[in-house]
């Protein structure tokens, strides 16, 4: 397919705009306001006006971009292990960049902090975005607020900035845009603002005529799991090609985005690729509708890291077709005059039939739920990997508290906070966890870990991160060790052999809180630098006589 791809690529170039490949740019524009609903870009484009997304955004993104059911790429969760797409399953932009496209990501990505998770492992040659699913959440850079940045990974690292995220991003998009159109070349462009910004339709006016953009709104939120909850506002544009001010009716979803843009830009998919959405390009171009048979599954995820999927079969879920929503023990008739009367006691044999396609779907997805999404440690791609307590498993050790206790930067200073003072220290739960990792290579890593991630400033290291005396351990697998905390230390730098293969690292210090409570290593990396070097201790087994 690749092979393919490229040839495609050098052919529109020489033939010509002719066969010239159209752009695509994908928005998340957060909470829209009415006025954008009724401003111009909705009067040139196709609205879908039954389109349903996962409840969490990341998991939505990850639909989006691979038209799997996030269930299907790894992702259960926002946090605690289970927020990463799975490697292997192909991508938007790794299937537009084959074919020639320059990709990018802007905004907030969510799906994975380390490699083979982070943008560009996943297809996207360009990228600029924080850390984790949200503005100031653990693995983002110290010191950035829903408000003000302090810092913005490009694939270089790290660069410090000013401002809303909102306007950085839509800055970078800019700029980024601006070189595309220079350079003349098709490009992909997913800009994910996470809120808001007036500013943001105004990067329309400066594309391309020849260009696909698609917008998406949040949906709104109510207090139970109902179908408002994952509806959501979406609009693609395509001028000349797909008709503006135009409604679809039909059941749609953002799994359907990667057969639909792939088909209109006449991109070849993977051999064999598979996927849960369908092809709506000829429903947006008035030649087709959507099949009124279609199905959409829904289940919020969200349970704890070690708890058997299965048991959460029935909770949360939803499962919805042209006309009717089973949510739980609650049925709609969306064709009503009431779509919000629960008809569950009137019609039992559509429960029934809905019950009964939810648990073919379950069944279908859970193989992939049980197996976690790992980071990799030790690959040539990505020699060292930082971690954080985002991306705990739960701990193995006297039921500490494990991710949901420091997912932001803000839980991190309360609990080092209180950690400093007699009364609340006391107080303090037992608070670590493990990551789950693989080990590209056998050999010799280097191991840092502290309370403070190294862009914290020195006077709040100083405040909050210095350590008691105490023990710190270090566990990967089979392998524990215990070093002695002086008082005064802050951090560690650890040299450990480590076979290929799956890893279970949890990082730990006593003596910190009370009653024999434990810490957890809140920011740890890992390096690989070379060979091992202890030999291997190898077990003869003993003769019998």
Not at 361 to 386: C, F, H, N, T
Not at 427 to 455: D, K, M, Q, V
Not at 456 to 478: D, T
Request: glycine residues 10%; aromatic residues 8%.
């Amino acid at each position: 397919m690749l092979r393919f791809s490229v040839l495609a690529a050098i052919a529109k170039l020489l033939l010509g705009s002719a066969l010239a490949a159209p752009n695509v740019v994908i928005v998340e524009s957060g909470d829209t306001p009415a006025a954008w609903q009724k401003g111009k870009l909705p009067a040139e484009a196709t609205l879908l006006e039954n389109f349903h997304v996962s409840p969490l955004p990341e998991a939505t993104r990850a639909a989006l971009l691979t038209g799997q059911h996030e269930f299907r790429c790894g992702l259960g969760d926002r946090s605690t292990g289970r927020s990463r797409m799975r490697p292997g399953i192909p991508t938007m932009p790794e299937i537009f960049r084959a074919a020639g496209y320059r990709t990018a990501f802007i905004g907030s990505w969510g799906l994975g902090e380390a490699y083979p998770c982070r943008p560009e492992d996943r297809g996207f040659d360009d990228l600029v975005s924080h850390g984790g699913g949200l503005i100031g959440c653990t693995p983002d850079y110290w010191g950035n607020g829903p408000g003000s940045l302090a810092g913005l990974r490009h694939k270089s690292g790290w660069e410090k900035t000013t401002g809303s995220a909102a306007e950085a991003f839509i800055a970078e998009a800019g700029r980024w845009l601006d070189e595309r159109i220079t350079a003349k070349e098709p490009f992909l462009l997913y800009l994910a603002t996470g809120e808001y910004s007036g500013a943001w339709p105004a990067l329309l006016a400066k594309l391309p005529g020849d260009t696909i953009v698609v917008v998406l709104s949040k949906p709104a939120v109510t207090p139970a799991f109902q179908e408002a909850e994952t509806r959501q506002s979406c609009t693609i544009r395509w001028p000349g090609k797909i008709p503006g001010g135009k409604k679809v009716a039909g059941l749609t979803s953002p799994l359907d985005l990667l057969p639909t843009l792939t088909h209109l830009c006449e991109v070849t998919k993977p051999a064999g690729w598979t996927g849960d959405g369908i092809d709506l390009s000829e429903v947006l171009q008035g030649k087709a509708k959507v099949p009124a048979d279609r199905m959409v599954f829904t289940q919020l995820g969200n349970w704890r890291s070690d708890e058997a999927a299965g048991r959460f079969r029935g909770r949360d879920f939803a499962v919805q077709d042209g006309r009717w929503r089973l949510s739980g023990l609650e049925l709609t008739d969306l064709a009503s005059d009431e779509p919000g009367k629960n008809v569950f006691s009137e019609h039992p044999q559509e429960m029934q039939r809905l019950l009964t396609e939810y648990g073919r779907w379950w069944d279908s997805v859970l193989p992939a739920l049980r197996e976690p999404v790992r980071y990799v440690i030790g690959a040539e791609q990505a020699p060292m990997v930082k971690l954080t307590g985002y991306d705990w498993w739960p701990s193995r050790e006297n039921g500490a508290e494990g991710a949901g206790a420091v997912i932001s930067q803000d839980f991190i200073r309360k609990f080092l906070q209180d950690a400093q003072v007699a009364k609340t220290r006391n107080e303090l739960p037992s608070t670590s966890g493990h990551w789950r990792l693989e080990a590209a290579r056998e050999g010799n890593y280097e191991i840092l870990f502290s309370l403070l991630p190294p862009e914290a400033s020195p006077e709040e290291r100083r405040a909050l991160s210095i350590l008691r005396k105490g023990i710190a351990h270090l566990r990967a697998g089979q392998e524990e060790l215990r070093l002695e905390i002086r008082e005064g230390a802050s951090g560690f730098r650890v040299p450990m052999d480590l076979e290929a293969g799956p890893i279970e690292l949890e990082i730990w210090f006593d003596g910190q809180l009370l009653n024999e409570r434990i810490a957890g290593a809140f920011f740890a990396s890992i390096e690989y630098k070379g060979p091992r070097k202890a030999p291997k201790t190898e077990l003869k087994p003993k003769l019998q006589k």
